[in-house]
């Protein structure tokens, strides 16, 4: 049965090709839609893009017929901008109709009394606008069509117990798939394996498509870093794998995403010269209050927003600093240089790395109001806070992807670290990737949920 489906600005603007997802049924936008997407158009950063796109999506099908009288979509549903019904007689005492929202529930509330044998429902993403809704007696919904179910996301990895003969095995040649591993196994799906006839027999091992095989990279390290836990033994494994062009890794605060992916980057780039540059790219978007207009250069004003790749490269350098003393103490018998000097210029130092690579073309930081037309070839693509895309963007930042490009998405994808209003713990870009390309080889998972950053982390964020 055809229902009558009245567009929210906030779902344009969250997934501007969503008229396209209705189905054969009525897609409705209010003009009052079409004049906040005016005025968002201009806006910098993330929201500006998508109203951008959501005008582009509806000049688009006014190539099919009338958008005054309704255009027929190649889908076989049939979008009309709605520019009447906006009389505010069924509204109660108490509303403000000066106010979009309201004029909104105003067109929604009379097409419903205008047309009862059709099911006439408001699609928004603003909770205020759906309560309000309901309590007028309105159907409303929240844009299903990318949701993912949170409790059964995808963690790359599967817990089982093998005898440990068939644990031989996977060092052995490998281990096909079998009643005991489960018969079916998303490429690069990792293994956490413990044996049942010994307490002390248990390791990691991935299904590279065709069996399960011991990880290739165990022990290695990376511009001296070495993970701490199994889940970054595993994410370590998919960055270091130079077949694997997306690693997504989520997890909460403190729990490896940034310095394992950072540190990766910087081995292969500068130590090994597998990949030609470092790309990161991460969202401006401000957790609290805005402090306004920065002044100087683009590097000057995304510094405040690109601090956490320095801190990553401030981390790594001192670990490498205490690997070198312990190496000269061990090799002299005697205590190590003291690196008081080094501890207290180490900041400077890499203000001066950063800038010395940032000038050669080795380092890129970049915001994704850069990135449209770009084509990033031969890099390693470090894309943070994920959690802050929606899908739609995700999708513009993965098409980006040149030959020998390999992409690297991380965040924490919680609702208390989603500061983007367009999306959620089940709508954001993060969790629709890992949903969308667990299936493919070159693609690979890892849900981090041990917190290494310090004792005082753990405790806040498992506790707060």
Known sequence: MIKNYILDTNVLIHFPGCIHTFEDNNIIIP?????????????????????????????????????????KLPNGGNLRVELNHMNPAMMPDGIDMNKNDNKIL?????????????????????????????????????????????????????????SSEQIDRIYQGGLELNEETGYSAFPNEFFCIKSYDSNSHETLAKFN????????????KAWGLTPRNRGQRMAYELLMDEKVDLVTLSGGAGTGKSILSISVALQKVIESNSYSK?????????????????????????????????????????EKCKNQSSENKDKSGKKGKNNTDYVDKKALFVEDFLEQYRDAGVIEMKTFSFMRGRTLSNAIVIIDEAQEMTPHLAKLMLTRAGQDAKFVMIGDPSDNQIDNVFVDSKSNGLVYVIEKMKQYSITGHITLEEVERSPLAKIAEECL
């Open 278 to 318: 470092i790309i990161y790219v991460k969202p401006v978007v401000s957790a609290g209050d805005s402090i306004g207009f920065l002044p100087g250069t683009e590097n000057e004003k995304l510094k405040p927003f690109m601090d956490s790749f320095g801190d990553a490269i401030e981390s790594l350098m001192t």
């Open 209 to 220: 498509g065709e069996k399960i095989v011991a990880l290739q990279y165990a022990g290695d």
């Open 31 to 71: 003009l009052i839609c079409l004049e906040e997407l005016d005025n968002l158009k201009k806006k910098d950063g993330i929201i500006g893009y998508q109203a951008r796109e959501a005008i582009r999506e509806i000049n688009n099908v006014r190539e099919y017929g009338d958008i005054h009288n309704g255009v």
């Open 106 to 162: 105003t067109i929604a509330i009379n097409i419903k009394n205008e047309l009862k044998n059709v099911s006439t429902i408001l699609v928004t993403k603003d909770l205020c606008v759906a309560i309000k809704a309901e309590s007028l007696n309105l159907e409303v919904q929240d844009y299903q069509n990318d949701k993912v179910d949170t409790n059964h996301i995808y963690k790359g990895y599967k817990e089982i117990t093998l």
